[in-house]
C-alpha cells in the first residue's frame, strides 16, 4: 500500500512516497517556500496564501503522476504555530501568518508594553498554563489578538467575521482539498487557543483573544482520514495534519523516556517524550496515545548562522560585485571554520529578538589577528553549542538519558557544530535513521492505519527489526 507524505516546513516543501509494506520513503521531491511577503512590518513575517497552496497542489499533482492507481491517502505535516484565515467558501482573506512572526512586540495602546503582554493580561497565568506554552509572539493567538484588536483586519474584511474559519496551516490545505475543516490535535494546541489536558479549544482564552465569532476547526487526534480528495487521479483520503515537531520525533525512532531529540533547522528544540503531563522549565506538548513531550523550543539555529553568512556574502558583493551560490559559500566558511576555531573570538547570537538561552548579538575579544570570516563563524557556532548544552541539562534534569538522537539539517549537515555540542555534552549524537525524518514518523502512522500494528512503540519495534 502506497501513500503520498506532505512536509510544508519553514524553509522547504517536500513530498514522498510511503509504502507500508516495504518500510521505505521514495520519490522525495523539494521545492523552496515561496519568499515572504515584501514590504511589511520588519517584526511581521506573512506569506501569500493563495500562492503557497497553489505551489502545494502543483506538488501534489506531481507526485500523485508517480504512483497513479497505488495512492491509498496524503498524510500531511506542517510547521506548528501559524494560521490563515479563510471565508465561509475555504478561500484564504488574510496572508498565512508563521511562528516567526513577532507583531505581538509592537507597542500595545497601553502604555509602556506590548501587545502580547496585553493579551496575557487579559488571559492570566492560571490559563495560559493550561496551553502547555511559553509566552511568546510567534503564537497564533497572539498574532490573531493583534490582527482583531489593532486594525490589522480592517482594511481586509472589514469588522464582520460571520463566515470566518480560523486554519492552521495543514487545516487550510485540507479545507482546500477536502472542504472539511479540521487540525490535529498536535497543530491545535500550538495555536495557544487550545485547553493541552482536556484537548479541545479553551473558551476562556478564545474570550479574551476576541475570537467568538470566527469558526474553528474540529480538533482530530486520531489517524483516521479526515476527508476524501476528488483529484483528477481519483477519490483519494486525505489525513489530519500532524505537528512538525511530533513527526520529527515520531521518526527519529527516539526510545520514548531513554533518549532526547536535538533537533536544529531553521531554529531548534529539545524534547523527551513523558508517559503523563510534567509540567517543568519547558513547554509540554502533545504526542500521540496520552503521551507529552517535554520540550525546550525557541532554541537558535539556521537562521542565526545565515544573519553571519548574509552579512559575509553582502562584504564580498559590495566589494567585488560579485556572490558566491549560497551552497558554495556555506561549504567554504565551514571549511574556514575548522582550520581557524574560534582563535579567541566570542559571539552572543540572539539576533531575533528573545531566544532560549540567548543574548542580544555581540561580537567581542577582537585583537589585531583573530577577526576573520571562519572565526567569525566558529565562535557563533561555540554559543550555539554551548547553548544546546545547557539547555539539555535543564531537560534531562535528574533522569537518565541514554543517548541523543539528532535531526534536522543544520544540525546533521554542519560536523563543526555537532561535535562542539558533542564535546560539551561528553555524549555522542546519533542521526536519525532518515534524513527526512518527519516522513519516516508518517509512515509510522501508516502502519498503525493499515493494521499493521496496534500502537506506536510496535512500529518502532517493527521498522528497527527491518
Known sequence: MSYIALDVGSSYIKLANLNVQELSVTHIRTAPMPEPLAGVHPLRKEWDMELLYRRIAAMLDEQLESCVGECQGIWI????????????????????????????????????????????????DEAWLRTGLW?????????????????????????????????????????????????????????????????CWDQSILNAVGCQGIALPRIESGYDAVGEFHSKFGIIP?????????????????????????????????????????????????????????????????????????????????????ERPADELWEHLLREAERTGTDGLRSEVGYWGPQTGTNPGAIWNIHGANLSAGSILASAMNEIALTYSEQFKHLAGGRDVRRIIGTGGVLMKNGYLRREIERQLSMEIVPAPLENEVFLGLLRLALIYEGKCANVEQTRTLILSR
Open 77 to 124: 505535516t506542517t510547521q506548528m504555530h501559524g494560521f490563515v484565515l479563510a471565508d465561509e467558501l475555504g478561500q484564504a482573506v488574510t496572508s498565512y501568518i508563521n511562528w516567526q512572526d513577532e507583531r505581538g512586540l509592537e507597542p500595545a495602546a497601553a502604555p509602556g508594553i506590548n501587545v502580547m503582554t496585553e493579551l496575557m493580561g487579559r488571559i492570566g
Open 135 to 199: 509566552q511568546k509572539p510567534g503564537i497564533a493567538a497572539v498574532s490573531l489578538y493583534h490582527m482583531l484588536n489593532y486594525g490589522d483586519i480592517d482594511a481586509v474584511i472589514g469588522r464582520t467575521y460571520r463566515g470566518l474559519q480560523l486554519c492552521t496551516l495543514g487545516g487550510y490545505v485540507i479545507l482546500r482539498l477536502t472542504g472539511q475543516h479540521v487540525c490535529h490535535l498536535t497543530n491545535a494546541v500550538p495555536t495557544g487557543l487550545a485547553d493541552l489536558a482536556g484537548r
Open 238 to 322: 486525505v489525513f489530519p495534519d500532524i505537528g512538525d515537531h511530533q513527526a520529527a520525533f515520531l521518526g527519529s525512532l527516539a526510545h520514548p523516556e531513554e533518549e532526547v531529540v536535538m533537533n536544529i533547522g531553521t531554529a531548534g528544540w529539545l524534547s523527551q517524550a513523558t508517559p503523563s503531563l510534567q509540567p517543568g522549565a519547558w513547554e509540554t506538548r502533545p504526542y500521540f496515545e496520552e503521551r507529552y513531550l517535554a520540550t525546550i523550543t525557541k532554541l537558535p539555529g539556521g537562521r542565526n548562522l545565515a544573519v553571519l553568512v548574509d552579512f559575509i556574502r553582502s562584504v564580498g558583493h559590495s566589494v567585488f560585485q560579485r
